[in-house]
C-alpha cells in the first residue's frame, strides 16, 4: 500500500482502478514552408473546424453541467477570433515562414506565459484557456492518437493535468475521479469537477502513469491517495464515503429552508461572484443576493478601459438575475499587480500595500465617473448597492458620495434614469478602517468585511505565500476582536455588517461570526448550502462560540 498527498480541490471519495490519460503530445513539428498563403489556408480552415468542434462542446456540457460552467468552450472561440492571437500566428506563418501548427503553438505557449507571471491567482489559472484553445486547432492541423482505452469500467482518470475541453469529452458514466499532477482549485477542470460532482485531487509529485491499472482511493477533501489499499483502508473509506454521501443529500435538502439559527436568528446568506458566470450558480446554490459582485474582469487584460456601455450591460445582468434582492457591486480594486496598461500604475515592490484600491479611482477621475454612471443607468433594473473597496479615511467616503452627487445631476441633465435609492458601502479591509469603523458607519449605509485583505493585512502576512502558511492564523485572536469591534460599531449606528472572502465560505468559523452579531455572510455559491447548514445547527447564545476571541 503506497500513500501519496496532493491538494484536494474537489470534494469526495473515489475507490476503484487508475486509468492513466495520455494527453495529446506537445511536440509540436516546427519547419519551414513555402507557400505562406497556402499555410495560412490551411490555419484558417483548421481554426474554422475548430470552432465548430468547441461549439459541439458546448452544447455537450450544457447537457452535463450549468450553462454557466460551460461558457469556457465559448471562451475558448473567443481566443481563437482574439486579433493578438491572431495577427501573432500570422506574422509567424506570412513573414517567418513557419509551418501553422507550431505558429499556433508559439503563440499559445506565449500568451499563457504573460498569464501565468500575473499575481492574481485566478488570473494565472486563465492559461490553460489559452493552451486548451490553441490545442483544439493543433490536434486538427497535426493529428495524434491518445493511448486512453475505452472501457466499461468506472474508473479514476490520472494525468498530468486536464483540460477543460478533456474533462468534458470524457465519458460520465464511466468517471470516479481525477488525479492530476498539475492544476490548482481555481482551473476551469476543477470547477468542472466541483460541478459534475466528482473528486479531484492535485498537484501529487512523480508521475503518475506506473499507476495505470491499480486500485486506488482518491479523498478530495484531505488530497489524500491511497494506491494499493488494504481491506482495512477500503473499509475505512467506503464508510466514509456513505458518510459524504448523507452529507451531501443533507444539503441538498437546505434549499428553500430559511438561514435561521437554532435560537431564531435570521442570517442573510448571499453569493461572492467575480464574473457573470457564477450567477447561475448562485440561484442554483439558494442565494438570497449578490452580496459582492466584483467587476475587475472588465477592466484588467485589454488596452482601453470599459466603456459606459459595456459595464452598464454588465451591471445590468445582474442586477436582473437577482430583482427582488439586493446586488452589491463593487468599485474595482486596481494595482500594479493587475494588469491595467491604460492606467499610469508603477511597478512596485510591495504592491499589496501600494498604490491600489479607491486610490486608483480617486486619481483617475473619467474612470470612476464611468463606472459610476454606468451603475447608477443599471440601479433601476434592481436593488443596487455600491461598495467602496480599501478605504481608510471618511475623506474618501465623502469624496465619492460627492461625486455621486456629480454623476446623477450629469445623468439628469441627458434624461437618463436612475434609482435614488443606491446605498454607499465601505469595505473594512484595513485594522486603519478597523480603528475608525465608527466614524465610517456614520456616513455608510452598511459595512462588508473582506476577510482575505483584513485577515493579510492585520497579521501583515501574504495568505499566497507557501512559507508562511505554518504562522498564518485565519483565526488569530487579533483578527476576529477587529471584526467584533466593527460590528459593535456598526450596530451602534444602525448598520448591517456582512462578511466576505475565504472566513465567510468557512463552516469551522460560521457560528463564531454568528455570536459576533454578523447580520450577513457573503460566499462563494458553492459553499452557500454548507454555511446554511452550519447556521441552522449553530445557537449563537452558546458561550464556546465567543471562546475563539
Aim: hydrophobic letters at 35%.
Amino acid at each position: 500500500m503506497l500513500e501519496l498527498y496532493g491538494k484536494g480541490v474537489s470534494n469526495g471519495i473515489a475507490i476503484g482502478k487508475v486509468s492513466f490519460y495520455s494527453n495529446t503530445s506537445t511536440n509540436v513539428p516546427k519547419y519551414s514552408i513555402s507557400d505562406p498563403e497556402s499555410e495560412m489556408k490551411r490555419y484558417k480552415n483548421a481554426v474554422r473546424q475548430a470552432k465548430q468542434h468547441l461549439q459541439q462542446l458546448y452544447d455537450e456540457a450544457c447537457k452535463r453541467v450549468s450553462k454557466s460552467e460551460s461558457v469556457i468552450f465559448q471562451t475558448h472561440m473567443m481566443i481563437l477570433d482574439d486579433s493578438k492571437f491572431v495577427e501573432t500566428v500570422e506574422v509567424l506563418v506570412l513573414h517567418q515562414r513557419l509551418n501553422a501548427e507550431y505558429a499556433v503553438y508559439s503563440t499559445a505557449q506565449q500568451i499563457a506565459e504573460i498569464f501565468k507571471s500575473l499575481d492574481d491567482e485566478y488570473l494565472q489559472q486563465r492559461y490553460t484557456d489559452i493552451i486548451d484553445a490553441a490545442n483544439t486547432v493543433i490536434e486538427i492541423l497535426h493529428p495524434k492518437k491518445t493511448n486512453q482505452e475505452n472501457s466499461s469500467e468506472p474508473v479514476i482518470i490520472a494525468a498530468s493535468e486536464l483540460l477543460p475541453s478533456e474533462t468534458i469529452s470524457l465519458k460520465q458514466d464511466n468517471l470516479l475521479g481525477f488525479i492530476t499532477t498539475k492544476g490548482s482549485k481555481n482551473s476551469h477542470t476543477a470547477i468542472l469537477a466541483r460541478t459534475l460532482g466528482l473528486p479531484l485531487v492535485t498537484q501529487i509529485k512523480g508521475s503518475l502513469s506506473r499507476f495505470d491499472g491499480m486500485e486506488a482511493i482518491i479523498d478530495g477533501q484531505t488530497g489524500r491517495v491511497v494506491i494499493n489499499p488494504d481491506h482495512n483502508t477500503v473499509a475505512h473509506y467506503k464508510a466514509k464515503q456513505r458518510q459524504f454521501i448523507k452529507q451531501q443529500q443533507k444539503l441538498k435538502n437546505q434549499i428553500g429552508l430559511p438561514a435561521v439559527t437554532k435560537d431564531g436568528h435570521k442570517i442573510k446568506l448571499s453569493a461572492n461572484i467575480d464574473n457573470l458566470e457564477g450567477i447561475e450558480s448562485a440561484k442554483n446554490n439558494d442565494a438570497e443576493g449578490i452580496g459582492l459582485f466584483r467587476p475587475d474582469y472588465l477592466f484588467v487584460n485589454r488596452k482601453t478601459p470599459p466603456n459606459e456601455q459595456e459595464q452598464l450591460t454588465a451591471y445590468k445582468t445582474v442586477l436582473r438575475s437577482f430583482p427582488e434582492s439586493e446586488v452589491v457591486i463593487s468599485l474595482p480594486n486596481l494595482g500594479s499587480d493587475r494588469s491595467v496598461s491604460y492606467i499610469d500604475i508603477p511597478e512596485e515592490k510591495n504592491p499589496a500595500i501600494g498604490y491600489k484600491g479607491i486610490r486608483v479611482l480617486l486619481n483617475n477621475k473619467d474612470l470612476f465617473v464611468t463606472q459610476l454612471k454606468a451603475m447608477y443607468r443599471a440601479s433601476v433594473f434592481g436593488k443596487l448597492s455600491i461598495l467602496l473597496p480599501l478605504v481608510n479615511s471618511v475623506d474618501e467616503i465623502e469624496y465619492v458620495k460627492r461625486t455621486i452627487e456629480d454623476v446623477k445631476m450629469e445623468l439628469r441633465s441627458q434624461g437618463k434614469e436612475y434609482s435614488d435609492s443606491v446605498k454607499v458601502g465601505t469595505m473594512i479591509q484595513t485594522p486603519a478602517a478597523a480603528m475608525i469603523s465608527d466614524e465610517i458607519c456614520r456616513i455608510s449605509d452598511f459595512v462588508t468585511i473582506g476577510s482575505n485583505a483584513f485577515t493579510q493585512y492585520t497579521l501583515a502576512m501574504d495568505r499566497e505565500n507557501q512559507k508562511l502558511e505554518y504562522f498564518y492564523e485565519p483565526y488569530h485572536k487579533a483578527v476576529l476582536r477587529l471584526m467584533k469591534m466593527v460590528t459593535q460599531n456598526a450596530h451602534d449606528n444602525g448598520k448591517k455588517v456582512a462578511v466576505c472572502g475565504e472566513l465567510a465560505s468557512d463552516i469551522n468559523i460560521t457560528s463564531t461570526l454568528l455570536s459576533m452579531g454578523i447580520d450577513e455572510l457573503v460566499a462563494v455559491p458553492s459553499k452557500l448550502l454548507d454555511v446554511k447548514a452550519a447556521v441552522r445547527d449553530t445557537d449563537i447564545s452558546s458561550p464556546k462560540n465567543k471562546l475563539r476571541y
